[in-house]
């Protein structure tokens, strides 16, 4: 509320004209700075909501992009632990193979046909451990 002074509780006809104009001027100045001064809260409160949902969004969305690294990465620690122990498998067979093989050399000397298949077991199962591994290495490069 504006406080009224003695001068304002004097009635207006007892006025001259100049004060009168004097006065309405002096409370257009008044509404003017007040209304001024509520604009510019207003802008500064609109300024400071946007920031604020701006900063919460970069907030949320590092958040988001964090959790979905995370599981990529535990995605790929289980495909690459899966990879190791099939090359391991691949490996234990091979070298089974390998040794059947010899077995088989020094009984089958003469039977080359049994050999050749097992070459060829064994190429075959070279050729997937190296798909293998290169797939392991490619799982390693993923971030």
């Known amino acids: 509320m504006d406080r009224i002074s003695n001068d304002e509780l004097i009635d207006d006809n007892s006025l001259s004209d100049d004060e009168k104009k004097r006065r309405k001027r002096k409370a257009a100045r008044r509404a003017y700075w007040l209304n001024l001064a509520k604009k510019i809260f207003l802008v500064i409160a609109v300024v400071g909501i946007w920031c604020g949902i701006i900063y919460a969004s970069g907030y949320y969305a590092k958040q988001y992009i964090d959790?979905?690294?995370?599981?990529?990465?535990?995605?790929?620690s289980m495909h690459i632990q899966r990879l190791e122990d099939r090359i391991n498998a691949l490996s234990v067979e091979i070298n089974e193979i390998k040794q059947i093989l010899e077995e088989t050399d020094e009984v089958l000397e003469g039977s080359e046909t049994v050999q050749q298949e097992l070459n060829k077991r064994i190429e075959d199962l070279d050729k997937q451990l190296k798909e293998l591994e290169k797939s392991l290495e490619l799982l390693k490069e993923a971030p």
């Open 67 to 76: 959790k979905s690294i995370l599981s990529v990465q535990q995605t790929n």
